[in-house]
């Protein structure tokens, strides 16, 4: 029975890379991402080019039933989840308070925090019964540092990071890891970072630091790390970890006004 590796924010940076990674170890990759059909459906053909086996789904982590559904459906359709990687940011920019809308507020909650609680609610069960599982969250900065123009951020990825937690301290003795993955550095990620940054300021920074330096994550190489992440011996499991590169300071020793 071939394993499968569920991806839940498989766009061109860290998910997709991911995804990919496990793909080549022999896993089916069911790649979700919310909208762009077209970039799921490229992925998924490139993936099979390469030897692999994937699928697209397209997911609203936020809209009711549709997470449990689309469980449903992979357990389903395809065979039991081995791996989930929780890849979905919540990332809305900088604003203030007064600029940041009770729903958008929220709306960071819920795909921050809320979402990583019903993908557990709904599969850990079933991991359970079948001996055991992995579930990789992709984290931020925010979730050890909150910031002046981040407080919807924060708020999200600081639940990301206790919830993850409490989520080790029930299921790890079930065989359950659960591993908070702090990215604490730029990644090379056009629709990510590249859309937070914008077009301009993203090739400004890929100019400075990715020629050839290794000064900007790059998602294969965080791949790579996912990939040991969730094929580690038992007795000696991450349970958090931080990643940057070579050359940035670390979250604890920035000054909080950058």
Known sequence: MTDICLVIGAGAGIGGHVAKRFAREGYHAALCRRSDQDGLDNM????????????????????DGAIEKLIDDIEADIGPINVVVYNLGAQIGNR???????????LGWRMGTFAVFRVAQKLFPLMEQRGGG???????????????GQSSHAAAMGGRRMLCQALNAEFAPKNIHIAHILIDSAVNAPDTLGKLLGQERFEKLLEAKAQGKDEIMEPSAIADTYFHIAHQHRSAWTFE??????TDTAWWNHPLDL
Do not use: C, W, Y
């Open 44 to 63: 998924v053909a490139e993936i099979e080019q390469a030897g692999g086996t994937a699928s697209g789904h397209l997911l609203n982590a936020v809209d």
């Open 241 to 246: 970890l931080d990643m940057r590169a070579f």
């Open 134 to 148: 992995a579930l990789l969250v992709t984290s931020a900065t925010s979730a050890m540092r909150g910031n002046a």
């Open 96 to 106: 203030s308070v007064a600029d940041t809308p009770l729903k958008t507020f929220e």
